[in-house]
């Protein structure tokens, strides 16, 4: 039976990104995020463990999809970025926007 409210379907996802986040992979990655906050989770996670590099599509990406989340009341957390992908977040300044664990 679906309820019809708008209480969050899981309190969490985790997606672990392993490959570079760039604008060749941003349209697919995008929509896969996209998806992820349709689902309205209470906390969005993204493990940047295994990503060798982010780029400033990829930034954009990541800053519509903590607009989206933060919209509904949600977070987005980026779990464990390496120390290049931390730098381009420094160097982009949104390393104080976007919440980095």
Not at 10 to 17: D, G, H, S
Not at 43 to 62: K, S
Request: proline share 7%; with cysteine.
């Amino acid at each position: 039976m679906h309820s019809g409210t708008a209480e969050p379907a899981t309190p969490a996802i985790e997606i672990v990104i392993s490959e570079e986040l760039d604008a060749a992979s941003v349209p697919r990655l995008g929509a896969l995020l996209h998806e992820a906050v349709d689902l309205r989770p209470d906390n969005l996670v993204i493990d940047l463990t295994d990503c060798p590099f982010v780029d400033a599509a990829a930034v954009g990406l990541l800053l519509d999809v903590h607009r989206r989340m933060f919209t509904h009341g949600g977070r987005l957390t980026l779990r464990s970025p390496g120390p290049r992908v931390s730098r381009t977040f420094r160097l982009a300044r949104v390393d104080n926007v976007l919440h980095v664990q």
